[in-house]
């Protein structure tokens, strides 16, 4: 076997891969925000809202956990522009992966929100707190601490889960690293460039989490224990 | 003297046990009231609903002036009325002693964030901790959390303050100190209603004695009672809880 490794020819092309990059942060970082958003509510409205709109927020989630990423992507993407509604691909992908990541964000919340214990409840509601209030104040917060490892852990999933929406056209790391390929027929050097480039987008979502971690919960920052 | 608490003929039922069986009695502005019974006589029932936690099934109950049968009450106003504090503490395990505190006087009075932590001080010195502010719940023994929990319910300066068994979790070093500020409390001529099985405590500090015996009332007085008592199973009940 001689095969000569040729990286140079794929890191010619670093322009493509630094696009790349980019696109894929930009759609992790928005659907972070809103899918933390979306699930938040979610899990509120599935343990604290009214039957009718816990069953919709139970089908909701069911039925984005039980169908497959690529083909949410396809229907939201090019199922609905066949009617008519044209969305940038980026918009359409990021919707996507939103609507995702929020089923799998409320059913990490819901379970935090339900570790609260019922006396939590009850001394704030003996405080005098109305319902909003005890809810905003005395659960989501030790509810999203509790669960804060689990949801940093699907939030890196998610980013490498993106990789799939190059298949619909969006032109974000893995697409790149496609259209590389196609040039160069350099496949081994391409992907393990790729695999290089994931694992460094991994280690900078994880630590963006750290961070954040750090600047939402002043108990564990202080402490160091888990809640 | 005006009654504060009034309960008439007071019923609950959880499905189709019933708790209260008809619970009759009044506890006056700056009394102390102990009530003490077995478990499963309904005590912690009838203190409970006294804060609607539970709502009754029959007879009235007026806490200071809210009328607790009624379906259109004013639960916020109650609530700032009356304070209870748990068996279990129930601090908020993510705010400091202090945060634990300023809490309630900033969101439901809408006091501002300075002139609530001087309120904070001053019911956290109260009690004690004043060393203790920005600690955390978890970094706190289980009498010093207890301690916190009273003086969450004093920020709000309540005009009856219920107390649930609080140091039934605690042990006989702790429960020390939690009575001992429970009794400062007394003393400054707060209105009292606790549920507790520390007897001495109540001779010590009860104007009022209530024995529940199921689910009604089935002796009541003054301290004495509990010296003399003219049931032979309020005698049964004290010289049992001698024993331990």
Not at chain 1, 119 to 130: D, F, I, R, T, V
Not at chain 2, 45 to 53: H, I
């Amino acid at each position: 076997m001689t095969y000569e490794f040729d990286f140079a020819a794929v890191l010619e092309y670093w322009p493509l891969l630094v696009q790349g990059t980019w696109t894929t942060l930009r759609l992790t970082f928005f659907c972070t925000i809103f899918g933390i958003l979306i699930g938040a509510f979610c899990a509120v409205v599935r343990t604290g809202g009214p039957g009718w709109a816990r069953h919709l927020v139970g089908l909701y989630v069911e039925f984005i956990r039980n169908t497959p990423l690529l083909i949410q992507s396809y229907f939201l993407i090019f199922g609905i522009a066949s009617m008519g509604v044209r969305l940038p691909i980026l918009v359409g992908a990021t919707i996507a992966l939103t609507i995702n990541i929020g089923a799998y964000t409320t059913e990490i919340v819901r379970a935090g929100i339900e570790s609260i214990h019922r006396g939590q409840l009850e001394a704030a509601e003996c405080l005098g707190l109305s319902r909003v209030q005890t809810y905003l104040h005395v659960v989501i917060r030790p509810a999203l601490e509790r669960v804060y490892p689990a949801l940093a852990s699907q939030y890196v999933l998610l980013m490498l889960a993106s990789s799939i929406l190059s298949s619909v056209g969006v032109e974000e790391l893995f697409g790149m690293a496609n259209r590389i390929q196609s040039d160069t027929f350099r496949n081994f050097e391409v992907f393990v460039v790729l695999g290089v480039l994931y694992l460094i987008l991994a280690v900078i979502v994880r630590a963006g989490f750290a961070l954040l971690g750090l600047a939402l919960f002043p108990r564990r920052r202080k402490l160091g224990t888990p809640l | 003297m005006s009654p504060i608490v009034e309960l008439k003929d007071v019923r609950k039922s959880f499905g189709a046990l019933e708790i209260l069986k008809g619970v009759t009695f009044g506890v006056n502005k700056g009394e102390v009231a102990a009530i003490i019974g077995q478990s499963g006589s309904g005590k912690s029932t009838a203190l409970r609903c006294m804060d609607r936690l539970e709502t009754i099934q029959g007879g009235s109950m007026v806490i200071c002036g809210h009328r607790l049968q009624d379906s259109n009450i004013d639960l916020k106003a109650l609530r700032r009325d009356v304070g209870i504090v748990f068996q279990s503490y129930n601090l908020f395990p993510h705010l400091t002693v202090a945060e634990n505190v300023m809490l309630a006087p900033r969101l439901v009075k809408g006091i501002a964030r300075a002139e609530a932590r001087t309120i904070a001080e001053a019911v956290i010195a109260k009690v004690g901790l004043r060393e203790k502010m920005d600690f955390y719940p978890e970094q706190l023994s289980g009498g010093q959390q207890q301690r916190v929990a009273i003086a969450r319910s004093l920020a709000m300066e309540p005009k009856l303050m219920l107390f649930d068994e609080v140091t039934s979790a605690l042990d006989p070093q702790l429960t020390g100190e939690v009575l001992r500020v429970m009794e400062q409390l007394a003393a400054d001529g707060m209105t009292m209603i606790l549920v507790t099985h520390e007897m001495g405590f109540a001779r010590k500090v009860a104007d009022k004695v209530i024995y529940m015996k199921d689910g009604k009332v089935h002796e009541m007085g003054s301290s004495d009672i509990l010296r003399s008592p003219s049931t032979p199973e309020l005698a049964d009940f004290i010289s049992e809880a001698a024993e331990h």
